[in-house]
């Protein structure tokens, strides 16, 4: 019970200070900041439209970033096998990544039209690269010892891969889904804000509401924006303890 009060009573007591400032600084500039109590009344007041705009968004980090995921772990893998895959392909990826997301959106909705394809794509990529990079990294990080028992055993590259590639790259690989977590809320919510289309989810009705001055709906979007991010990166902590529950490496928080 000590240890676990040890856990909780900080982050409690940094949240209550938290709000109460907020309610400080809300109080006397009502245009700056919304109260807590407005935050509240606005999701209790009309609880459909911040549900149906959540699994919107929920949409395209489901679909967007799962797919950006899977890819970037599957092209690492084929990276790791054949190197001249990354020599070949690694130097436009690079380009891809450092090129603004706010500028590719626009493009993206021109050649795919104004549904959510461009949303999710958006949304993949924001997590394709830590994931790409992890995963590769996971992948090379081999026991050289290890290796050399399973050469000596004459274990086939898809036996090696199987038995002490995979399970030997998968802290580096949480360690890039804790990455990518959060970033697919944010690259959900960055699709929202600059590809046209439907206007639909949490980052949308940011944009709208702001638009509008509605500080209250402005803000309650983003605190579940929040409240998604946290719940993803909890839930990747659980499956990590799960599936690593052989492992004592520190690679992301438990």
Known sequence: MARLAGDWLPPAITFVVVAVLWQVVALN?????????????????????????????????????????????????????????????????????????????????????????????????????????NSLAGLRDVDQKALDVFKTLHASRWETFRDLRLPGCMPFVFAGLRIAMPLAVVGAAVAEFVAAGQQAGLGSLVTISAAQADLPVTWASIALLCLLGVVLVSLLALLRKRVLWWSDADVIGR
């Open 29 to 133: 500039n009502p245009y700056v900041l919304p109260t807590l109590e407005s935050i509240g009344n606005s999701m209790a007041g009309d609880p459909h439209m911040y549900w149906a705009n959540m699994l919107v968004t929920c949409q395209e980090i489901v679909i967007g970033a799962g797919a950006g995921i899977l890819f970037g772990f599957l092209l690492a893998v084929a990276m790791s096998e054949l190197p001249i895959i990354e020599k070949a392909i690694m130097p436009l990826i690079v380009v891809i990544m450092v090129t603004p997301v706010v500028a590719i959106a626009p493009a993206l909705v021109v050649a795919f039209g104004f549904g959510m394809l461009p949303k999710y794509i958006v949304t993949g990529l924001v997590v394709f690269f830590p994931m790409l990079v």
